[in-house]
């Protein structure tokens, strides 16, 4: 399955893929036609590989953010119009794992949100937030709680609220797994997609993942 065109997102934020409809508020994100992007002047703050290889670099600005995906794609946000450019054509299902799970969250921690890397399960009114590095097992255990009566809200993305009591809310409300993780849970394919590389899963009614804090 395929995110909506029009995914609502952490803090009521709504997010456009490419082709949606025009959404009335501006200051909405939105996918938009491809177009050269230029990185500004200045050091980029580096995202490194457990290998220390950097694979991904991005320039925060009061007007735009630029992330360089290494050897992949340069994206610009443009903070007022919410236009997000890509600079070159991608595969659908690159550029929504890009969009969402990667440029999203710099977004909303550019919005001042204090984000982290998790997933969110919760049950009875409370939740738990786990959290790790990629492939430490963060969307397996989700998954497995989401199988024994919890309701899932992210696998990969949480903001973090000072609140009392405290709370958290997934980035975005998705689920995905590795094919392996899928074979380990007992997992049919059949109900989900691949995005890059991972099964997207989905759900009905109360088995589906929610965006809710």
Known sequence: MSLEPVTACSGGLRVAQRGAEPLDDPAELRVGPVTAVTPPPGPPVEAQRSDEAVWRRHWPGEDRLVIDFVDLALVEVHHTSGIVTFDRPLPAETEEHLLFDHVLPLVLAHRGALVVHGAVVSRAGRG??????????????????????????????AVLRATRPPAAEPTYATVRLTPASAELLGIDPDPGSTVVGKLRLSGDGPRAPRPDA
């Open 128 to 157: 738990a937030v786990l959290v790790g590095s990629s492939g430490a097992g963060k969307s397996t255990l989700a998954t497995f709680a989401w199988q024994h009566g919890w309701t899932i809200g992210s696998d990969d993305g």
